[in-house]
């Protein structure tokens, strides 16, 4: 059963509805970013249809929409403002929207040298499993009170409830933004990145990609066109950025089976295994593996199924736990969700 849910009335008599026949609930956004476990449950819930920005305020840097409100919407917004959302995240398609990017937890290139976009994330409303809506943290950076459920929420895909709106901190948009690339290897495509980031440079984005690395500078036009100046190398322009975020290079859109391994940027690299890394080497990209990465890695990261076909091998989407993770999960999973009524499923079995 599919439901486009416009007002939170609406929202819970379906909560309600999915209680009373013993049934749970598929949470869902624009379907730019679709979950990636085998939710069990039958009644689909859409969010897309409660959209619309509540609250913005330019001059404080904060802004609250609905869950269902469009990115793109949400950007040209801010954009009028000169302001622009904390680690630029990624636009999958049109019809992308806010709450599901809270709850994926993306984000873009800008993230190693502007945050996360949980780091953005100062308050969420969400509906309970009683039907029940709840506020947690503020609309406002100083609120610190309590427990930070609202970055919780980040990153959960729906497993604690349906996001109805959520409060976001903004950043203003630099006055000039400039990129190149250097021809080099990784060695010193590593030492490049961290006399950069040892030191106020600018830099908002780096990635290493056919012996190619490529640096954007941010800030304003004399401090950016002195540093493009300094690395030499050749322009090129900052379309390349969203290409690489929103999956659309060449080699992504080829890719069938397609891995993210997050580790610590000073974990030693081999540019065969991994075609693509960016966040400053703690990002790298596996494309169409013939066996499961996982069982042969000894690093500190953990790895991430982005995208499978069905011909390939069998695998979990997301890093397996410990024990003593799996038993923090199940705590947090039940006091938010005890009856197991959003996303069942979606990330781990028995979740």
Known sequence: MTNLVTSVDQFAELVRTAIASNQALTICGGGTRPFPGDSKASIELHMS?????????????????????????????????????????PVHGKTSTIGGLIATGVSGSRRPYA????DAVLGVSLLLQDATQAEFGGQVMKNV????????VCGSFGMLGPILDVSLKVAPKPEMEASVSLECSP?????????????????????????????????????VTKEISGQGGESIGNGFWAELDNQTLASLVATKDLWRLSTDPSEPFSEERFPIADWGFGQRWLLDPEVNPRDSYGGVGHWTR??????????????????????????????????????????????
């Open 306 to 351: 982005v995208r499978r076909s069905e011909a390939a091998f069998s695998a979990e989407t997301f890093h397996p736990l410990s024990p003593l993770q799996m038993r923090l999960m199940r705590r947090v999973k039940s006091a938010f969700d005890s009856e197991g009524l959003f996303n069942p499923g979606c990330m781990y079995p028995g979740l």
């Open 187 to 223: 060695m010193r495509a590593k030492e490049i990145i961290e006399k950069l980031t040892r030191r106020v440079s600018g830099i908002s984005a780096s990635c290493y990609l056919e012996g190619q690395l490529r640096l954007r500078f941010s800030g304003s036009e004399t401090a």
């Open 115 to 118: 945050g996360a976009i949980r």
């Open 145 to 152: 009170a309590g427990y930070d459920v609202s970055r919780l």
């Open 49 to 89: 249809g409660y959209a619309g920005v509540v609250d913005y305020r330019p001059e404080e840097l904060v802004v609250r929409a609905r869950s269902g409100t469009r990115l793109t919407d949400l950007k040209t917004l801010l954009g009028a403002e000169g302001q622009m959302l904390v680690s630029d995240p």
